[in-house]
């Protein structure tokens, strides 16, 4: 098994160099050259706890990890979770579930990647015995959970980009607070589309990222979509043989990595019959979805800050597939929207896909309305999977954060301020940030300052 870039200008390569590369060397995302099957697999996983199954699965794509490597890494990567199950199902009422995914470190379902993807980095360094430098953007969660998946690892650094004063304040402690000397949180005088542009430059001075042993940690590593699917799986096979028929994932959406995952698991045979794209205000994708024209607009702050994005980073891997997995027709694709900000999809297909979209004014009732009903409790971002779900289906709604760590909107809308005792421990701990300019000569000066040498 190889990996291949949607752009087709790069030479395929292992599971491995793809984790360590990240991004292409085209600029494209890797892919897998091919999609196993899995629908003669799946009863045969039935009984596998959820790191054994995370095992078995990325086995399929990584035969350059040993088997017991590979094993042990993902009990490491699982076994810091708070809830045996990792991602536990719950069931409100007969046709709705929610998939908890905020068990892990940072109360976030990246955690479920990123933990993963940090075990990969330190193995990878040991095996070549040298250094990673991670660098990413993040508009919140990405860069907390990628930081504590990296934490404290010898061998490596993680430089983290996020819009100064766009994270919430949890968040940002959770990224500022660690007391880690591998971990540089650079706060950016900019948005989080101007802290992505800036990662994608200094990935794109290939000279710097080779010097520097940069890695992509964002949502473009192949390694956090597959390490995605397996919440997938593991829900698929737990759902009850009816529901299994039936069942419609809906995914509160931004990068679309998560719900990339998703689709990218139902083509490998598993029978989902529906993928529902849940945006916030900002609704790109929603539009996208209705439409097929793709246009690129302003970022408007909204209650649900880790979907706040206009310009979807993972779009280009389904792009690939939309166009029969023809990289000359992703890069004019690419192209175009590069020239014009838009980009219209000849004939939109929606496949497996809707969508809905919730104004901050949604995500406020609907925490209400969920609480009243179920007595259970949304945070901002689970709130805009909750628009519009299908009675005929079964909806299992991902749940992408813990209510905690959104004190003021789920307090506001409830009554109840929420509180999870790992951000109260944060609260006492001093804050370290680098103010720097949205300027990409300022970040690769800090890089080439602090970068780990071996
Ligand atoms: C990152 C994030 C999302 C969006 O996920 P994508 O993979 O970028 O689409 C949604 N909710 C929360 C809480 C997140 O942290």
């Given amino acids: 098994m190889k990996f291949i870039s949607t752009r087709g200008a790069a030479d395929p390569v292992t599971f491995r160099e793809a984790v360590a590369i990240g991004l292409a060397p085209d600029g494209g995302l890797y892919l897998p050259q091919f999609l196993p099957d899995l629908s003669q697999r799946l009863r045969a996983w039935e009984q596998l706890s959820y790191a054994d199954l995370c095992a078995e699965f990325l086995g399929l794509f990584a035969p350059d990890i040993p088997e017991e490597v590979l094993t042990k890494l993902c009990h490491r990567s699982y076994g810091r979770f708070t809830h045996p199950e990792i991602a536990p199902l719950k069931r409100l009422d007969e046709r709705t579930f929610v998939l908890e995914l905020f068990h892990g470190p940072t ?108 890695s992509a940690v964002n949502s473009i590593n192949l390694a956090r979509i597959l390490a995605q699917c397996v919440y997938y799986l593991y829900t698929w096979l737990r759902l009850p043989e009816a529901a299994r028929e039936s069942v419609e994932f809906v995914v509160p959406t931004g990068n679309f990595g998560n719900v990339f995952a998703g689709w990218l698991l139902a083509r490998m045979g598993v029978p989902i019959i529906g993928i529902k794209v849940a945006t916030n205000q900002n ?142 421990a944060l609260k006492s701990k001093p804050i370290v940030k680098h103010c720097l300019p949205a300027d990409v000569a300022a970040v690769k000066r800090f890089v080439a300052e602090h970068a780990v040498r071996t």
């Fill in 107 to 214: 109360l976030a379902f990246k955690d479920l990647a990123l933990q993963l993807l940090g075990n990969l980095y330190g193995w990878e360094c040991e095996q070549r015995g040298s250094s990673i430098n991670v660098l990413g953007a993040t508009s919140g969660d990405t860069g907390a959970a990628a930081i504590h998946g990296l934490l404290g690892k010898p061998r490596t650094a993680i430089f983290i980009l996020y819009p100064d004063g766009r994270v919430s304040p949890l968040q940002e402690r959770q990224m500022t607070c660690t007391g880690a000397a591998n971990v540089y949180a650079l706060a950016i005088d900019g948005s989080f589309d101007d802290a992505q542009r800036i990662v994608k430059e200094a990935f794109g001075d290939h000279e710097f990222a080779t010097q520097h042993r940069l």
């Fill in 283 to 424: 609704d790109l994708l929603h539009r996208f979805f209705t439409t097929g024209e793709y246009r690129i607009g302003t970022v408007h702050p909204s209650a649900a800050p880790s979907m706040d994005i206009q310009l979807a980073s993972n779009f280009e891997r389904l792009l690939y597939y939309v166009h029969d997995e023809n990289p000359t027709r992703v890069r004019a694709a690419m192209a175009e929207l590069r020239a014009n900000g838009s980009y219209r999809v000849p004939a939109l297909e929606r496949d497996l896909f809707s969508s809905t979209t919730a104004t901050d004014a949604d995500i406020a009732q609907t925490i209400a309305r969920v609480s009243a009903q179920h007595g259970y409790t949304l945070d901002p971002h689970t709130a805009c999977a909750f628009q519009k779900l299908d009675p005929a289906r079964t909806s299992v709604v991902l749940a992408t954060a813990h209510p905690a760590k959104f004190p003021e909107v789920v307090g506001a809308a409830t009554g109840t301020v929420p509180v999870h005792p790992v951000l109260e």
